[in-house]
């Protein structure tokens, strides 16, 4: 049995709207200037204190309190008014990966695990993934503890996984989880990071994506 381990933001969603829009907001709640969403797009997968302390590292710890929890009210407000979209294409491979018989699908996000939890309930994603495995319960990307917990649950051993993600966060924790990596073009760190950070692959879309996962095991498609 093989396992492919998929990150959120950026690989299956593109909720950079949401995140820059909430990010601005909790930075204004707490009196300080919006950063660029350039900026806020580069720490996309973090855990939301680390994301907040590397955007704003002169502020004092209060402050980047007040910032996370503003960010969490306003990216729940936006989520239950317009929930972020998935990419074109992510649905329907997931569905497909899911009804193999040699594979088993799972998550590792710094989203929460409520936001992750409404996000597979608003597009259908039930009984998909195996494992979910969120910032609530581990330290920040990159350290390998999600991926050592995907594995654990789903009984895979490292050497049969593989993570998948848009970030060098995902793609450094892969690595320290001693899994192969693919890097995904569309998200939101550029490529040239992804390699970088020592990418195994990396895709241009879902169906490249979806070849490479087959290759990668020489599973049949």
Known sequence: MKLAIFDVDGTISDSQTHITHAMGLGFEAAGQAAPAASAVLQIVGLSLPVAVARLAPDLDGDTQARIVEGYKQSYMSARAADPAPLYPGAAELLHRLAKRDDLLLAVATG???RGLRALIEHHGLEGIFVSLQTADDH???PHP???ATALAESGVGAGDAVMIGDTSYDIEMGRAAGVSTIGVRWGYHPAV????????RMVDDFGALETALFDEWGMRA
Do not use: C, N, W, Y
């Open 193 to 200: 990071e992804l390699e970088a950070a020592g990418a195994h």
């Open 145 to 147: 503890s999600m991926i």
């Open 111 to 113: 989203k929460s695990r």
């Open 139 to 141: 330290p920040s990307k």
